[in-house]
C-alpha cells in the first residue's frame, strides 16, 4: 500500500469499491443535509421535528457520524428537510 494514491479516502479505507461508492455517497448526502441546516439556523429541536429524528440521532448526524446512517436513511432525511436527491452514474475510466 505504500505509496499508492487514492481518489478518495473511502477509496483507501473501504474493502470493496462497492463499498467506497456507497460511503462517498453517504458522505456527500449527509453533507448537504448539514449545510441546509447551517443556512436555515436550525437548532435542535427544530432539527429533530423537521427531520423526525431523536435527540441523540441529531448529535450523530451533527457530528459527522456517517456510519450511524444508511444511504436510504438519508435520502428520507433530505426529502424532508426539503432537498431534492438525483443520483448519475458513468463509466470507470479503464
Known amino acids: 500500500m505504500a505509496g499508492e494514491t487514492f481518489e478518495s479516502v473511502w477509496d483507501a479505507v473501504c474493502d470493496t469499491p462497492a463499498e467506497a461508492e456507497n460511503m462517498k455517497l453517504r458522505a456527500r448526502l449527509m453533507t448537504c443535509i ?23 440521532r441529531v448529535s450523530y448526524l ?6 450511524k446512517f444508511s444511504l436510504d436513511t438519508l435520502v428520507l432525511m433530505a426529502s424532508r428537510a426539503g432537498l431534492h436527491v438525483s443520483i448519475s452514474a458513468t463509466e470507470n475510466a479503464a
Open 34 to 56: 448539514r449545510d441546509h441546516i447551517a443556512r436555515k439556523k436550525l437548532d435542535t429541536r427544530a432539527i429533530q421535528v423537521m427531520l423526525g429524528l431523536t435527540q441523540p
Open 62 to 67: 451533527m457530528t459527522g457520524k456517517i456510519d
